[in-house]
T-cell receptor, first 113, second 113 residues
């Protein structure tokens, strides 16, 4: 199994809603990532988890809250988002010592109204 | 800091034409270099990589050579197909980072029959 599975594929939420994005992989990878991608732009790193511990937070606003319950799952909790947060949110995983060789999910297309 | 510069796009070619997408980088130390591809509606996929100077990465007919003297990693394919239409991202990862990739801006490739 070489897949990273993300749910949901599409999400529309209001600015007062709370929602969560989910990501799962079964490749034994111990590093997992959240990226944000705006249309026609490269992905921007948000968070990195290594061995289930948060190792990088790229100064992301607190309305985004990551969680890594175990080595296979990664969540991104969303609360009080702004319309400018509308984007494609990509999850990725890798072996912890194989920097750069990432496996990406297909993403969640998020629209904030 | 690290940076990646890709040729401006978009690039439009006829089927069976030769493809070159230029990529140059700035980095400290000895980075690993990557090409990722993003097909419409999908996440990114690793296309090829090179980890040291003069390495040649290759996959699906695409090739790129790590040129330390010119700090370049240009992507080439001898004969493109319509199915190669996608966005191509050059990226680097420095040292032993946990996949903290630095991406170029991306090049949109469209191949016409």
């Amino acid at each position: 199994d070489t897949e990273v599975t993300q749910t949901p594929k599409h999400l529309v939420m209001g600015m007062t809603n709370k929602k969560s994005l989910k990501c799962e992989q079964h490749m034994g990878h111990r590093a997992m990532y959240w990226y944000k991608q705006k249309a026609k732009k490269p992905p921007e790193l948000m968070f990195v988890y290594s061995y289930e511990k948060l190792s990088i937070n790229e100064s992301v606003p607190s309305r985004f809250s990551p969680e890594c319950p175990n080595s296979s799952l990664l969540n991104l909790h969303l609360h009080a988002l702004q319309p400018e947060d509308s984007a494609l949110y990509l999850c990725a995983s890798s072996h912890a010592k194989e920097g750069g060789k990432l496996f990406f999910g297909s993403g969640t297309q998020l629209s904030v109204l | 800091g690290n940076s990646v510069t890709q040729m401006e796009g978009p690039v439009t070619l006829s089927e069976e034409a030769f493809l070159t997408i230029n990529c140059t980088y700035t980095a400290t130390g000895y980075p690993s270099l990557f090409w990722y591809v993003q097909y419409p509606g999908e996440g990114l996929q690793l296309l090829l990589k090179a980890t040291k100077a003069d390495d040649k990465g290759s996959n699906k007919g695409f090739e790129a050579t790590y040129r330390k003297e010119t700090t370049s990693f240009h992507l080439e394919k001898g004969s493109v197909q319509v199915s190669d239409s996608a966005v191509y991202f050059c990226a680097l990862a420095g040292g032993t980072s946990y996949g903290k990739l630095t991406f170029g801006q991306g090049t949109i490739l469209t191949v016409h029959p």
